[in-house]
């Protein structure tokens, strides 16, 4: 069992004892290299953090745990009733899919007992569902996010209504935001938000192609019938695809820039959940085409992240809430399956493993509050006992909690 050592945390609250703020960070950084990342990273028990993180996730987030909310089957976008917003439809999708994560690992009937609910949830409160679709929302990432969701609620226990619901949204609302092909400079993309339609994004695009290549995997597995061939799907994921990379993807050096404005200029800002779904649509493609292009794509995107974007002491930044919260997340569970990919070289597996690794270790060494067990965004300090803490954040110290339950290692 790879549980963490107490000898080590006391090391670590001595350290933070004694220094001051700004030398904490770097102290704390310098102690786990000193004393061996991967012994660090082993003597952590994953599945126990993770159990912990998820169960933490339920019991400090879920609405219908607080006195007065009996029905309020909802994750509340702050801890404990701190903030109830229904403004921000999609960490909801995120929230699923971590207790999706949770019920995969353990087969706990605790975490299958809050789909129906969910179900019933979500769409109640959305805040711009339609009387005709109470899914629906005005961006449309949103929709995909929920979308995957949905796929990986079918996928980990076989009821067709997830898929069916799934591939209706895809099939109503996310493709049909889909270009026009003809129209310069764009020639197509899917628009993020439906009422913003030039504004083509790689929070759109990415998603799509992951939720139209899962379809097409998925597909010989439903029995209900489909809205269209099971080709299609494949044919519109490579398309999206495409125009993710010919548009918003340098291949020199592995960034995902964020969007295509109103004006067909390219807004440069790179953000890890665009740079995730990159290497997640990626991914899928190559294991359904063989193709190595695919596989190179993700892991030169992949890189960018690593040699790029993680100057936080060698992880990302510390991110506390708001949308921001979510984006390292997204990119972790998109990331860990691609350290798992076995076509992966050695150099390149060792790399990526000890990358995600260092990470979750500073995130449990540090990052999480071991009593409330919560995460608030910030790998070098746990949020306090009585401190509020914002569920995107909360949701990527889940997702890489639960990465690290499914990481696998390589005898080099």
């Known amino acids: 069992m790879r549980r963490v050592s107490i000898f080590f945390a006391l090391i670590s609250v001595l350290i933070f004892s004694f220094r001051s703020p700004g030398q904490k960070e770097k102290n704390t950084h310098s102690q786990i290299d000193r004393l061996g990342l991967q012994a660090k990273a082993d003597s952590i028990n994953w599945e126990e953090l993770a159990d912990g993180m998820s169960k933490a996730l339920v019991s400090h987030f879920w609405g219908a745990n607080f006195e007065g909310y009996p029905e309020r089957y909802y994750f509340n976008y702050g801890s404990d009733l701190s ?16 207790i999706v994560d949770a019920y995969k690992r353990t087969s706990d009937q605790f975490y299958l007992d809050y789909y129906p609910l969910w ?16 899914w629906w929302n005005v961006f449309v990432d949103d929709m995909e996010w929920i979308v995957l ?27 049909p935001a889909w270009g026009p092909e003809n129209e310069a400079p764009w020639y197509g993309g899917i628009t993020w938000k439906t009422d913003v339609e030039k504004s083509k994004n790689a929070c759109s695009n990415g998603p799509a192609a992951i939720v139209a290549a899962r379809i097409y995997t998925m597909y010989d597995q439903v029995k209900s019938p489909k809205k269209k061939p099971k080709e299609a799907y494949l044919q519109e994921a490579v398309k999206t695809y495409d125009w993710l990379k010919s548009n918003l993807y340098d291949p020199q050096t592995g960034k995902v820039s964020d969007n295509m ?7 440069p800002a790179v953000y890890t959940y665009n740079q995730g779904t990159f290497v997640g649509a990626a991914h ?13 794509d993700a892991i030169q995107a992949s890189n960018y992240v690593i040699d790029q974007m993680s100057n936080n002491n060698g992880v990302l930044s510390n991110s506390t809430g708001g949308d921001g919260g979510l984006f390292h997340g997204i990119f972790f569970r998109y990331f860990v399956k691609l350290v798992n990919e076995p076509a992966l070289d050695d150099a390149t597996h060792k790399k990526f493993y000890e990358y995600i690794s260092k990470c979750a270790t500073v995130m449990a ?6 009593k409330t067990m919560l995460y608030g965004g910030n ?7 009585e401190e509020p803490v914002a569920l995107t954040s909360m949701l990527s110290g889940c997702m890489l909690a639960e990465a690290m339950c499914v990481l696998k290692p390589r005898d080099y």
């Open 83 to 98: 903030n109830m917003t229904t403004n921000h439809y999609w960490p909801q999708a995120h929230a699923m899919d971590v």
């Open 119 to 134: 179900w019933e949830g979500a769409p109640e409160y959305n805040f711009s569902g339609r009387e005709e679709d109470p």
């Open 149 to 175: 969701a949905q796929l990986r609620m079918f996928e980990s226990t076989g009821n067709e209504k997830y898929f069916n619901k799934a591939d209706q949204m895809y099939h109503d609302w996310i493709w």
């Open 261 to 267: 404005n109103l004006k067909g200029e390219i807004n």
């Open 284 to 296: 899928e493609l190559y294991k359904i085409t063989g193709d190595t292009q695919y596989l190179k």
């Open 365 to 370: 060494e540090n990052g999480v509050n071991k």
């Open 379 to 385: 790998w070098w300090k746990a949020p306090g006992d």
